[in-house]
């Protein structure tokens, strides 16, 4: 079914709005909702930090308080002397009350429990420590005797009466020397209280919960996060997100599951952004789409179908006067006013249609006279063959020996006689061979004079200027690589630098085909002697400003050649080759790329190998199309 212009055209706009509304949900699946999203976890990230900074400052007042105490005189002579007064005085249910402790405990450096005391802060009570802990507290948590080490330890540990902050200090006197009196142990229960104040510090809802609690695979998730991100959003409800941590103890161990409840107002806000946007852009490009079909039906579909209607009308006469061109200065109206000047110039495109068969004709012919030539080749090393078969079969070996037997006064006749007749037999043969050779080289001599009169008649019709074309170089390359394909896969890799698609130049197809076969043969040639496969470059050089010239670069990593041997290359009949080279590929490449106005020339590559750099006329960007390989000037 065939569409007229004005159907394709709405089917295309049509196409166009599909295409606008799925890249705007794309962008929004894509780009905007995952931004929201990263702001979301970002957000979470900073409620589960305000969470973490605010536990890490109770450790720290935790552990300045516990500080306090262990380096204070009283305190360090307490452990020598266990006064009764020191525990009357400084630890009271009041001082327990005021520091919010739960525990408070002192052992000496071998480990001995001085004193200890629990406290039940909601109940206003002493507890006894096994309230807490089953057995003894350094022996459960040997790292809490700080003793030896001098330094604080802050962190978290499990109790029986729940997840407890815990302090430790070594004693020492008040000017912070020892040695030291063992240990000083504070603690402070995470417990409904507790919590209440942390949420009424972060505004952030907490709660805490066992590690036994948690879903194996949200804590496998959980374990392998880094520390610093250990956090995973799982999805309450559409409104609501839930922060899920781990606190570790003071050993490091993961042993609690925290949880933050997070309002998803971010996300929210960005979906209903992104659907405005999407329902804006909907409604938009439906505007601009009809508005740009009646704007294009006006100024283009339309004229085009009046100019179509012309065309159809005069198909029949080609006749220039039969087409009237439009009065527009518009793109229209210079199409109508170039199909009537093109009616005009037929006539000139079909003579120059008859010169480009007469070239076509010449490049058969040229393959024609090379056929003849070979033949004649063939022949002409036949009647060598034969010449050197009579020279061989020549009784020039037995000659000099039966003429200085007959010089002998002494021979008797009978031998002489035979002697005289196998030289009258050999004398017979050589005059023979003679005429025969003399026929031979008669024949070769007229070859050799047919062939060379076939060649001066083809040079004196090709002498003419060629007409040049415009290619690609990609072409030229591609062509190659066909042709070579079946020697080059075990030796050479090809590697294409730069957009050679994009660079045209004016020249003979044939030739450059031809000069860039010989450059890749001779790097073969040239891997081939060394035994290993190698690698081949190719790479345009784009004109300069101000310059119409672009160089094409062939540079392998082969061995090269010498220095004083680089000057040479394009020198007829020199050759670097060792097995029977002829030195006429690269001086015949020299003298084809002058016929067509380019050049070639050869340096050393970096670090081994050699640069063939070949120069031609570049086509112009404004003309260079990978449509138009037309012939280009003569």
């Not at 802060?121 to 807490?132: G, Q």
């Not at 060792?578 to 002058?594: F, I, K, P, S």
Request: aromatic share 6%.
């Amino acid at each position: 079914m065939r569409l007229r212009l004005s159907s394709k055209l709405i089917l295309i706009l049509l196409a166009v709005y599909c295409v606008i509304l799925g890249m705007s949900a794309f962008v929004e699946n894509r780009i905007i909702l995952p931004e929201f999203i990263q702001l979301e976890n970002r957000e979470a990230q900073s409620h589960l930090q305000r969470i973490l900074l605010a536990l890490d400052n109770e450790l720290e007042h935790l552990t300045i308080l516990d500080q306090d105490w262990a380096q204070w005189d009283d305190t360090y002579n307490f452990v020598q002397d266990e006064s009764p007064v020191y525990v009357e005085t400084n630890l009271p249910d009041s001082t327990f009350i005021d520091t919010k402790l739960n525990l408070f405990l002192i052992a000496d450096t071998s480990g001995k429990v001085i004193y200890q005391k629990g406290y039940d802060l909601i109940a206003k009570k002493v507890l006894s420590l096994d309230t807490f802990f089953q057995e003894p507290i350094l022996k459960k948590h040997p790292e809490l005797d700080t003793s030896k080490s001098h330094k604080d330890l802050a962190g978290f540990i499990q109790t029986d009466a729940g997840p407890m902050l815990i302090a430790s200090y070594a004693i020492l006197t008040s000017e912070n020397k020892g040695p030291s009196r063992g240990s000083l142990i504070m603690g402070r229960l995470l417990d409904k209280n507790y919590l209440e104040n942390l949420q009424l510090q972060t505004q952030l809802p907490i709660s805490l919960a066992p590690l036994s609690s948690l879903d194996p695979t949200l804590r496998s998730r959980l374990y392998l996060l880094p520390k610093d991100k250990a956090f995973i959003l799982e999805k309450v409800d559409a409104t609501t997100v839930r922060i899920v941590s781990l606190l570790r103890n003071i050993s490091g161990v993961p042993f609690l599951v925290l949880y933050s409840d997070m309002n998803r107002q971010i996300l929210s806000q960005g979906l209903r952004a992104a659907h405005y946007i999407q329902i804006f852009l909907a409604a938009t490009g439906a505007l601009l789409l009809i508005i740009l079909f009646l704007l294009l039906r006006t100024l283009f579909t339309n004229p085009l179908e009046r100019l179509k209607d012309q065309v159809v009308s005069i198909s029949g006469t080609l006749e220039p006067h039969e087409f009237v061109p439009f009065e527009r200065n518009d793109e229209i109206g210079t199409l109508s006013r170039e199909f009537h000047h093109m009616l005009q110039r037929m006539e000139e495109t079909k003579q120059r249609q008859i010169e480009n068969s007469y070239y076509a004709g010449m490049s058969e012919t040229a393959s024609g006279i090379i056929h003849n030539v070979r033949n004649s080749l063939t022949s002409i090393v036949g009647s060598l063959d034969d010449v050197k078969s009579i020279c061989s079969q020549a009784p020039t070996a037995n000659l000099p020996r039966a003429l200085n037997e007959l010089r002998n006064v002494d021979l008797d006749q009978e031998r002489k006689n035979d002697l005289i007749d196998f030289l009258r037999f050999s004398f017979y043969d050589l005059t023979s061979g003679i005429d025969q050779i003399g026929s031979h080289s008669q024949q070769a001599n007229q070859l050799v004079r047919s062939i060379e009169k076939v060649l001066s008649n083809y040079l004196s019709i090709s002498s003419q200027k060629p007409l040049l074309e415009k290619i690609a170089l990609s072409e030229i390359i591609n062509s190659v690589e066909l042709l070579i394909s079946k020697r080059s896969s075990s030796l050479m890799e090809i590697q294409r630098i730069g957009d050679l698609e994009a660079i045209f130049v004016y020249g003979l197809r044939v030739t450059l085909i031809q000069v860039a076969q010989n450059l890749l043969m001779n790097s073969i040639d040239a891997f081939e002697r060394t035994g290993r496969k190698g690698l081949v470059e190719i790479k345009a050089i784009p004109p300069k400003p101000g310059d119409n010239h672009v160089m094409v670069q062939f540079c392998d990593n082969g061995p090269g050649v010498s220095r004083e041997n680089l000057p040479r290359l394009f020198e007829r009949d020199f050759s670097t080759k060792t097995d029977g080279g002829r030195g006429l590929g690269l001086h015949w490449c020299a003298n084809a790329l002058a016929a067509i106005g380019g050049s070639i020339h050869a340096s050393h590559n970096q670090p081994c190998g050699l640069c063939m750099t070949i120069t031609l006329s570049a086509v112009p960007e404004k003309n260079a199309s990978p449509q138009d390989s037309s012939n280009a000037y003569g």
